[in-house]
Every structure is written in C-alpha cells, then in structure tokens.
C-alpha cells in the first residue's frame, strides 16, 4: 500500500480500528442529518443525464471560459477590484480545507463533527471543488451547503468544480459573488444547435429561499465572506493564497491567466487552490492556460515561490513532494477531494513514479480501498464468498500486485488466488508499469463513472478527510484530517498525513 510513515497511534497506518473497520459507538452525525435524506446516487441515470453538460463539452467545447468572462465583468462593472484579492491583516492565522462536498447524504454529514473539532479556532473555510451535487443549483444550497456548515463559526470560501459549473455557474456566481450573471453558452457554427438542444440550462434562483437559508443556517456576522469572483486571491503578511476556477475540463481563459501571472509575482510564499489538480493518481496534468502557457508553469517559477498546491475534483487524498528545479526546491501537490461526495478509489493507482514511493502519501491506504470496494462488488453481484476481502487479504494482494510496502502491516500473508483474481477486475495494477489503455482490464480501463461514481455507499467506514492549515511566519503546518464515520473519531479524528513546509 501506500508508503510508511510515523503515525498517530489511531490512524489507519496504526490498526483496522484507526481505519474505521470496527467503530465502537455509531457516529452523532446521525442526528445532523435532515429528516429527509436526499436519496442521492449515481447509479441512477436520471443523476447522469443531469450531469450530462461534461459530455458535451468535451465534444462540443468548454463555455466555461466565455462564461466566466461575462461574469468577471459584470462584477468589475459593479465595482470589484480588479485585483479579486481579500486582504487579510493577520501574521498567524490557521484555515480549514476540504474538497468535492456536496452530495446533502449521509457520506457530506459524517465529516461534519470530525470538521468542527478538529478545526475548532480556524479563521476561515476554503470549498476546493464542487460545492453542490450533481449540477450546481442553487436551490441545492440550502440542504447541502447553509445547513451543513451552520455550526462552522467562520467564513467560507470557495473555487468552483466542473460540477457547479453544470448549471453555468449561475448558483455558485449568486451564493459566493453575489452575482445573478447571465449563464447561457453561446456555440457558433453550422453544427451548434446540437450542444444547444443537449446542454443543460441553469435552474432558477429563488432569491428569497437563499436569503431565507442563508439568515438560518449561516446568518451571523462571523460568518460571512465577501468573495471578489470565481477566481480570487487571499494576501496575508506571511502567505498568499490564489484560488482558481477551472471549469469543466480543467483549463483556465487568457484574462483568468494573465491575472494568475500578475497575482503570483514576488518572493511572498503562495499556495494554490485548484479546481483540478496538477498531479493525481501519479500523473501530471498541467492545466492549460489559452493563448498559451500552463498552470504549473506558473507554479514551478522560482520567482513565484509557490510552496503548496491542492486541488480537489478526486474524491481521496494525495500528496506529491515534487522537487521542481534543479536546486532542490520542493513544491507539495495535494489532492484534497475527500469532502463528502462517493470515494475515488486509491488501489487503482500505481506505484509512484513522479515521486518515490516512499514519499508518496495517500488516504485511504490502497489495501483498504480494495477491501471496501471488494465489499461492494460482492454485494452487488451476491457473490461475497468470491469478491469479498478483508483488510489483510486487500493489503498482502497490494503488496504482492503493485510491490510496494503495506502501509499497515501484517505479519506477511500471501495472497490467495481469490484475492488475485479480485484484485485483477478491480483494476490493481502491477507495479509501476503503465499498460495501454486499451489492455488496462477491466475495471482500470472504464471511465471513473463506472468505476467509482457506482461505488458510493452510506456506511462507515466513509474514508473521508479533510485538511487544517496552519501558517506562521515561519512556517506551514498541514494536516490530513480522516473523516470515518466511527463515533470514535470524531472528537479526535485521526491524523493521516502531516507536512511542515517552511516560509522562510
């Protein structure tokens, strides 16, 4: 599984208990959650065709950026400055992270009582992807934004997902910009009226029941954030954080960008928050900029002195120490999408390679990855006796598939050929080696709708998690925060990953 490394003696490296496996007292975010739970899943198709703008801007186009253009105007127009940076006067301050929340079930409600303790005393909250499920409409704000975060004391920031940007952004630009834009795509050429009869129009914004929603959930005055737009900046003495609005497929306009360049001038330290993010499941994505040049382009320039970057849209944790030029220097690529929506898988991602292996860090663990979803394939299927594998069979298939050292350790069983022949239709890969695509068989070859998005379940253990930061004038501290479900952690939710990056 996923490299060693000193842990806190409840977490998931430490024993199947720290894992959630076995909770010794049900959760209390069972009586968080509205008296009507929302029965929301992806197995469903009328959730897919919902969500169907992502088709069709891969084969028509994104409009994301032609969109988001009216919009940053519009706001300019009524008197944002064109910096989009909230300024913030204090030298030490911490913040809470968490991406890909909202799905308003169970899974979005089991990371609440963790959050609030573990970030208890935080100054502000940052949503990095994908606020609102499946679509991002705002009359999905009440139930699965205002009243999760209700008992969040402090101010909430967000960078948009592809998944709040399935209505045109129109909820999210109301919600966190004060905006009612005009969120229509216009397509051009002979074939556009295709993409116009199949594209997803914005729902209607219900001004009143936002007001009404956001007066009884999140309506004290701490609690309020003055976001300038999509794409914004915090600037504080000791750090600069950027947030970035990727769109659907991931890149960013020329305005966005040349903003980008402008904003992350200077020695001051900087940490990225993404839509996307520039390394997941050991692969680089860049994040194309139009007219040019790339996202990590920006962060890798010494000049710029970027030390951080996360971004959510996977539903795990990452993190990459990826040393960026040939003085050493090291920038962290997190992925932080554990928020509350169904969890991406973690077995299907290979041994490092743009970093060692041990270096790399990943939650959850890949061995309990393949035993929850073994769990779920035999349930589906009604074959348990065949799919289903315990944490120690999921672990000792990990370690003897990909070959690498198992995160938790067991006292070295070999995996049975049951346990390799699940491995093998779940998709654990062997080793670092990277097949074609067309020989990745078979769940590693399927689109993560299949793959993933089916696997959504309801039950402890959620393997969720959450970041806290904390930043000094010396110093970063970031912790990975796991959200179980198990009433046993959520006082004190287990630490699963802790980086200390310095200012200075």
């Not at 299927?381 to 065949?386: I, Q, S």
Request: hydrophobic share 35%; aromatic share 10%; charged share 25%.
């Amino acid at each position: 599984m996923c490299a060693e490394q000193a842990a806190a003696p409840e977490n998931s490296r430490a024993s199947e208990a720290g894992a959630g496996w076995a909770c010794g007292k049900p959760g209390t975010f069972w009586d968080l959650l509205p008296e009507h739970v929302p029965d929301f899943s992806w197995r469903r198709p009328r959730i897919l065709w919902r969500s169907r703008n992502d088709v069709v801007a891969r084969l028509f186009g994104d409009p994301s950026n032609a969109i988001r253009r009216r919009a940053v105007a519009a706001l300019r127009e009524r008197g944002t400055p064109a910096a989009f940076t909230v300024h913030r006067s204090e030298e030490e301050f911490s913040f809470a992270l968490l991406g890909d929340t909202g799905e308003g079930d169970r899974s979005q409600y089991a990371v609440v009582p963790p959050l609030l303790h573990a970030t208890a005393g935080t100054d502000f909250m940052v949503v990095a992807s994908d606020v609102i499920y499946p679509t991002g409409d705002a009359g999905d704000y009440p139930e699965k934004f205002y009243r999760p975060y209700r008992d969040y004391p402090a101010p909430i920031y967000a960078v948009p997902g592809n998944h709040d940007w399935y209505d045109g952004l129109r909820g999210f630009l109301h919600v966190f910009c004060g905006l009612d834009a005009d969120c229509s795509p216009h397509w051009r050429g002979p074939l556009s009226f295709i993409p116009r009869l199949f594209w997803r129009h914005s729902g209607d914004v219900d001004r009143s029941a936002l007001a009404e929603a956001r007066s009884l959930y999140r309506g004290a005055p701490g609690q309020q954030a003055g976001q300038p737009g999509p794409y914004w900046a915090i600037d504080t003495p000791s750090l600069r954080i950027i947030g970035i609005d990727t769109g659907i497929t991931g890149g960013i306009d020329r305005e966005q960008g040349e903003w980008l360049r402008g904003v992350s001038a200077g020695p001051k330290p900087k940490m990225l928050v993404t839509g996307k993010p520039l390394y997941v499941d050991d692969e680089h994505h860049p994040g194309p900029i139009e007219g040019g040049g790339t996202v990590d382009e920006i962060v890798r320039d010494p000049a710029h002195n970027y030390v951080l970057a996360v971004g959510g849209d996977i539903h795990n944790y990452q993190r990459y120490p990826v040393k960026v030029d040939g003085t050493g220097r090291v920038v962290q690529y997190l992925v932080s999408g554990g928020g509350g929506a169904f969890m991406h898988a973690t077995h299907t991602i290979p041994r490092a390679r743009v970093v060692e292996e041990k270096d790399f860090r990943c939650y959850p663990l890949r061995g309990d990855s393949l035993s929850r979803y073994s769990r779920l394939y035999g349930r589906w299927t009604r074959m348990p006796g065949l799919f289903d594998l315990t944490p120690e069979e999921a672990t000792a298939v990990i370690r003897s598939r990909v070959g690498i050292a198992p995160g938790r350790g067991y006292d070295g069983l070999q995996p049975s050929r049951r346990a390799r022949f699940v491995a093998f239709v779940l998709g654990v890969p062997r080793g670092g080696r990277r097949r074609p695509r067309f020989l990745r068989l078979p769940v590693r070859k399927m689109p993560q709708r299949f793959r993933s998005e089916m696997a959504d379940w309801d039950s402890p253990p959620f393997f969720k998690s959450f970041l806290r930061l904390d930043v000094t004038a010396s110093e970063l501290r970031v912790r990975c925060f796991a959200a179980t479900g198990c009433g046993d952690h959520e006082a004190a939710p287990p630490v699963e990953d802790e980086v200390t990056i310095p200012l200075r």
